[in-house]
């Protein structure tokens, strides 16, 4: 039984990240299979082979999982995307609103501090990455059972408009891209999320039978 | 419309896979006779979307097992072709004859 529960225990990442995808109907088939498979695995070809096995279906399997899941519920998934993108568009925002309200309003102030305003304005960009972290959590809620779905495809819209921004950044002044290269923290921000949403929300079963 | 009853590529190998795996077929024993008959890496997160997408046409059902240590405790989740799965198979098959037919497919190969 030890030795066995021993070879039973695949790379918990991988398991964290399939949990990320699969649905609730599938989730104590898939881990059952995988689990058998690399326990069978594991005491043929030893721990390391069936290891990277298991990180080889795992990545397969989450790339059929995000197309299966999108086909599934085209739709709604683009609606939370598209509704996730004006959420982005409207609380990006706010930060840089309430500073420039603040400035304005205290201008005195700031002139006379300007260390201070330079800390606030740096300041800026962790608050636009929780910003982005909350914009994931609430794509993940409204689209309960294909948060990573939603998200990722909300998260790759952003990359691709960041994307085409570089390139047209590229062509007109070459060293700004560097200072663009932060930006993507957004899109992973939303991304994190949506796997924290998820990681609450799915069953327990999936993880608590690994350990 | 029984014209559209055609199965995709992938979906023919996993009812035909099913069809031969009969009541032994469950995620682990379908990738396994897939990767033994077609000599390619199949990953069950592939089986499952495309069972999932033929239970949802009506093609195959599934019912779920006793739990097994060997599995955590799991269940193992048994998959069965019904008969519009056959039929579906058997116009897919049809249609692919008819295509093939006046073709000598070993001259064709022989350029691929």
């Not at chain 1, 948060?147 to 998260?155: D, K, P, R, Y």
């Not at chain 2, 896979?17 to 379908?30: F, N």
């Not at chain 2, 077609?38 to 046409?57: C, N, P």
Request: hydrophobic share 45%; net charge positive.
């Amino acid at each position: 039984m030890t030795s066995q529960a021993y070879l039973g225990q695949p790379p918990r990442p991988a398991v964290w990240l399939i949990n990320l995808f699969t649905t609730h109907k599938n989730a104590e088939s898939i881990f059952g299979d995988l689990l058998e498979e690399y326990s069978s695995l594991a005491s043929k070809s030893g721990v390391s082979f069936a290891g990277r096995w298991y990180w080889r279906q795992t990545v397969k399997t989450i790339a059929h999982l995000f197309g299966s899941g999108y086909r599934a519920a085209p739709w709604s998934t683009t609606a939370a995307a598209v509704g996730g993108f004006l959420l982005h568009r409207f609380v990006s925002g706010l930060p840089h609103k309430l500073l420039s309200a603040v400035t304005d309003r205290y201008l005195a102030f700031w002139s006379t501090h300007f260390n201070a305003y330079i800390w606030v304005l740096k300041g800026m960009t962790p608050v636009h990455l929780i910003a982005s972290l909350f914009v994931g959590c609430v794509i993940a809620l409204a689209a309960k059972g294909r948060e990573m779905v939603a998200t990722i495809t909300l998260a790759l819209v952003l990359c691709a408009l960041i994307g085409s921004a570089m390139v047209w950044v590229a062509t007109h002044w070459p060293l700004g891209i560097v200072g663009m290269l932060w930006t993507f923290a957004d899109p992973f921000a939303i991304v994190v999320g949506g796997a924290l949403v998820r990681t609450r929300r799915s069953p327990a079963i999936t993880l608590a039978k690994h350990v | 419309m029984p014209g559209r009853d055609y199965l995709g590529e992938f979906e023919h190998i996993v009812v035909l896979a099913l069809m031969h795996l009969a009541d032994r077929a469950y995620g682990v024993t379908v990738r396994q006779e897939i990767e033994f008959r077609t000599k390619r890496e199949v990953s069950i997160g592939a089986i499952y979307a495309t069972l999932d997408r033929l239970e949802a046409k009506g093609y195959v059902r599934s019912r779920l097992g006793d739990p097994t240590p060997e599995r955590g405790g799991r269940s193992k989740r048994f998959f069965h072709v019904t008969a519009k799965g056959v039929e579906a198979v058997n116009c897919t098959q049809r249609a692919l004859q008819k295509m093939s037919e006046g073709l000598d497919l070993g001259f064709i190969r022989s350029y691929s």
